[in-house]
């Protein structure tokens, strides 16, 4: 069975997330939640926890730092970090820190359940149902398994996927990372025979595509949700990529 840490400076939200997730249905026997990061590290330290999800800011304090010392003890707990700021910085220290991922508030139920499944299955040695390891460490675009990927190309991928939904660029990203744009994608295009904006636009049109046939939200919404803020740009992409317009997919077209 396996503990849980959750830490947020607002308790309605603490209360939240204990009730977000069957979290008994996935094996978790124990929730222990705190305030503060100061409350997390030490609780970490003591309950040695499978899982920790951490709110990024907390007062002054970051949670991605208590991250950082915590794995200076080698501490094999999984951590989440989830955050109302959709900033690139917090993301990248995020990623630096080994998190498993970086979620945005307010949480995706659908989300959170997928990334909480998947360390089960690849960090835990646990099962979900008929899911495998090698089903659920896939990438949605490439089609292979992120173990076959760099180290550095997966902290590219994690970024699009946290920060899709904004004006992220190559360029953006190299200068995150800290390293040479032409260089990066080079890196990029080699290992996963796409190029970067190739990948963030094929990204963008499988979450599109999603929302669309499990929602009834309004095309232009889901089209600025992915990152597309002209609406001409988002339809000539998408009919483009998957042959039909997104009311034809919808089947109301």
Not at 17 to 43: N, P, V
Not at 68 to 95: C, D, H, R, W
Not at 113 to 138: A, M, P, R
Not at 144 to 167: C, P, W
Request: glycine residues 6%.
């Amino acid at each position: 069975m396996y503990k849980l840490l959750i830490m947020d400076d607002e308790p309605q939200i603490l209360e939240g997330m204990k009730r977000i997730l069957d979290w008994k249905q996935y094996g978790f026997s124990r929730i222990d939640t705190c305030e503060s990061t100061e409350a997390a590290m030490s609780k970490v330290v003591d309950l040695l926890p499978d899982v920790a999800i951490f709110d990024v800011c907390v007062g002054k304090d970051l949670g991605y730092e208590a991250i950082q010392k915590l794995n200076e003890l080698q501490i094999p707990t999984k951590y989440v970090i989830m955050s109302g700021y959709s900033e690139f910085k917090y993301a990248q220290e995020a990623i630096r820190c080994g998190v498993k991922d970086y979620l945005l508030k307010p949480l995706d139920r659908t989300k959170l359940q997928q990334v909480i499944e998947k360390i089960i299955v690849e960090d835990l040695g646990g099962t979900i149902g008929n899911i495998s390891c090698e089903s659920l460490n896939k990438d949605p675009v490439l089609g292979v398994s992120y173990d076959r990927l760099s180290k550095l190309v997966n902290r590219i991928l994690l970024m699009i996927k946290t920060e899709y939904a904004q004006n992220i660029t190559l360029k953006s990203v190299a200068e995150l990372f800290q390293m040479n744009s032409t260089y990066l994608g080079q890196l990029f295009l080699k290992e996963s025979g796409m190029k970067f904006s190739e990948y963030l636009m094929a990204y963008r049109m499988l979450l599109a595509q999603e929302r669309i046939q499990s929602s009834d939200e309004k095309i232009s919404s889901i089209a600025i949700s992915v990152g597309y803020n002209n609406l001409n740009y988002f339809y000539t992409h998408f009919q483009s990529f998957f042959g039909k317009s997104p009311s034809d997919l919808r089947g109301k077209g």
